[in-house]
């Protein structure tokens, strides 16, 4: 299972950007939960959001709660994240992660395919 992430950049504090997250059609059909985690330099990786197969369950960690929208299109078999009002803190490579099981999880080890990361960084 081969996840391929895009849209990462360089954009100003407040700015926007999205991310994109696709796999192959055949394996998106298997895949349930999808989430994206992030790690900036010296820390450890920690969950961002994460989205149920048909979308209508999401969950954000509160760092990034009312900023950040997980959504996904299945006929597109691609997972987005919308990040917007974007702080420095934010700065960090992004990782997309699915997962064959259907709850949703903050834990990475609950993820069984991860993509190679999209580095993002906000300036001040």
């Known amino acids: 299972v081969q996840l391929v992430e895009s849209g990462g950049g360089l954009v100003q504090a407040g700015g926007s950007l999205r991310l994109s997250c696709a796999t192959s059609?055949?394996?998106?059909?298997?895949?349930?939960?999808m989430g994206w985690f992030r790690q900036a330099p010296g820390k450890e990786r920690e969950f961002v959001a994460a989205i149920s197969r048909s979308g209508g369950n999401t969950y954000s960690s509160d760092s990034v709660k009312g900023r950040f929208t997980i959504s996904r299109d299945n006929a597109k078999n691609t997972v987005y994240l919308q990040m917007n009002s974007l702080k420095p803190e934010d700065t960090a490579v992004y990782y997309c992660a699915a997962r064959f099981g259907s709850l949703m999880s903050t834990r990475q080890a609950s993820y069984d395919f991860w993509g190679q990361g999209t580095q993002v960084t906000i300036s001040s």
């Open positions: 059609g055949r394996t998106f059909s298997l895949l349930n939960v």
